[in-house]
């Protein structure tokens, strides 16, 4: 983990929220593209946006900009409505297909760019950020290769000096080296401010080290969010020999994420639920990227939201059995009140198949 400068730590002691989202739900025509997603980004973080090929990342930081809205429930940044006149000036969201001006030169961009963030505007960094891209200010913009344009995007992003930075797949056209650079920029912008940064990646192992929460969406839903830390501590990689037709029952007895049985060896990520016993196998801390490949992999893997992750101005929804092993969280979730109906001894309709699914280790097997 990398050590926190005073500025960012000030920001996480804080306390602040840079989003909270509660029953979020939108629809393209007949098509539900994002739904009931409820989950709260603590401010100072840097959060990777992860899911599979239109799972809904781009649908979420559209509505988290203002460009969008939902069509069912509501998502707010920093507490206001993300088009407001508050919100707005403090967002900077850069789309996918980074849209710029083609006939305008680059210093004409930056010159709109200040025109556009009066008050806000660092026209230093800006120039500085692409003077170290080699790229000259007065190109025109449908000159610049793919990566250039992605730069010149970033430094306007930047450069507005804003709380939260919505980052649609950026790094997606960069060359290794310079992706390496924009990750160095994003820590230390991160580390200097205490910004908000929701990056939405394809490239799992590069967001380690650089990411340090974790929103996964899948078919429109979040299924993991909470402080990576946290949600890698959650789970084991259990690697080894297996006898019977499947798991052993000792790696079994823990929620299986995914599975893979191959000859007479197994490898399973499970949610840690306890220890998990000895046996003839090895047990690991899953990598970040580990983790990530085994939730995209397993369309059934129950979800996670971390504590920290529990939108603060609506009551939880946990269900029983969905978030073993998070620090600060009752084992099954919490107690349902004596006083609701139904109780403990009536689970919601639907975790007994997920419960018996992921004990068995069938569930969720690639
Ligand atoms: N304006 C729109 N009209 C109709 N469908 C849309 C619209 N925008 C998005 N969708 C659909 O919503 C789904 C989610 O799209 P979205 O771009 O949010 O996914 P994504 O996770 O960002 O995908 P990718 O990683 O491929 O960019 C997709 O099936 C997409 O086709």
């Known amino acids: 983990m990398r050590p926190m400068t005073r500025g960012e730590a000030a920001v996480r002691a804080s306390g602040r929220t840079a989003i909270e989202a509660i029953g979020l739900g939108r629809r393209h ?5 994002l739904r009931d997603c409820t989950f709260r980004l603590p401010a100072g973080r840097i959060c990777a946006l992860v899911g599979p090929s239109g799972a809904g990342k781009s649908t979420l930081l559209s509505l988290a900009a203002g460009l969008t809205r939902p069509t ?39 010159e709109l760019g ?23 200010l007065g190109a025109r913009v449908a000159t610049l290769s793919g990566g250039q344009r ?4 970033l430094a306007l992003a930047f450069a507005k000096r804003p ?34 940064v929701v990056l939405s990646s394809d490239l799992l192992a590069e967001l380690d080290g650089v990411c340090d929460y974790l929103l ?47 000859g007479p060896r197994f490898t399973a990520l499970v949610r840690r639920d306890g220890r998990v016993a000895a046996g003839p196998w090895e047990t690991a801390e899953p990598s970040l990227e580990e983790l990530l490949l085994g939730y995209l992999r397993a369309p059934g893997a129950p979800e996670l939201i971390a ?45 007994e198949r997920t419960r018996h699914d992921h ?8």
């Open 114 to 136: 200040r025109a556009l963030n009066p008050g806000r505007w660092n026209g230093r960094y800006a120039e500085r950020l692409v003077d170290d891209g080699e790229i000259p």
């Open 29 to 33: 025509r007949r098509r539900w593209v």
């Open 150 to 153: 992605t730069r010149l995007a």
């Open 359 to 366: 004990h068995s280790g069938k569930g969720a097997a690639a």
């Open 216 to 262: 996964v969406l899948r078919d429109g839903r979040v299924r993991l969010a909470g402080e990576v830390d946290d949600v890698i501590g959650a789970h084991a990689l259990v690697m080894g020999r297996h006898r019977g037709p499947g798991l052993p029952p000792e790696v079994a007895a823990h929620p299986v994420v995914e599975a893979q049985l191959s």
């Open 72 to 110: 069912e429930g509501s998502i707010r940044v920093r507490g206001e409505a993300p088009a407001t006149a508050q919100a707005r000036p403090v967002v900077a969201h850069l789309a996918q297909d980074k849209p710029l001006y083609r006939r305008l030169t680059v210093a004409e961009t930056l």
């Open 163 to 196: 709380e939260l930075l919505l980052l649609d797949e950026p790094l997606a056209d960069l060359g290794p080296l310079v992706r390496h650079r924009i990750a160095a920029l994003l820590l230390a912008e991160a580390a200097e401010h205490g910004t908000t």
């Open 307 to 351: 504590p920290s992750a529990e939108p603060v101005s609506a009551p939880p929804r946990r269900r029983p059995g969905h978030n073993p092993g998070i620090p600060g969280m009752p084992r099954n979730g919490p107690p349902r009140p004596a006083w609701l109906p139904g109780g403990r001894e009536s689970p919601p309709r639907g975790t």
